[in-house]
């Protein structure tokens, strides 16, 4: 199971820091990534991060204010957002273990419950 947390309303511009908590399984093995989904759109890719954390990806939308990160002894994935702009409002799901290309919806095997972002302009 994956648990979200993190999201609220914010001012454009602002931070805010999600975060998704695994439990019943050792997700240290696994991708994680983010996606969110506006109001009538598409689920759509925003992050992910191999089990080493070495290597992340990220939606050219986002690239330079968002940072993935992975505390594995936590069990729990990071979206750190910055300068957050009205286009971000969404809900944002987490996703874990991927078997398949990273950025597809139909790769993760879980998923968690989804948090809302809102940013105000």
């Known amino acids: 199971q994956l648990q979200a947390s993190g999201g609220g309303l914010v001012q454009a511009g602002g931070s805010l820091k999600l975060s998704c908590a695994a439990s019943?399984?050792?997700?240290?093995?696994?991708?994680l990534a983010w996606f969110r989904q506006a109001p009538g759109k598409v689920r759509e890719f925003v992050s992910a991060?191999?089990?080493?954390?070495?290597?992340?990806y990220y939606a050219d939308s986002v690239k330079g204010r968002f940072t993935i990160s992975r505390d594995n002894a936590k069990n729990t994935v990071y979206l750190q957002m910055n300068s957050l702009r009205a286009e971000d409002t969404a809900v944002y799901y987490c996703?874990?273990?991927?078997?398949?290309?990273?950025?597809?919806?139909?790769?993760?095997?879980?998923w968690g419950q989804g948090t809302q972002v809102t940013v105000s302009s």
């Open positions: 996703a874990g273990d991927a078997r398949g290309r990273h950025s597809y919806t139909s790769s993760y095997v879980y």
């Open positions: 991060i191999m089990r080493s954390g070495g290597v992340t």
């Open positions: 019943g399984r050792t997700f240290s093995r696994y991708a």
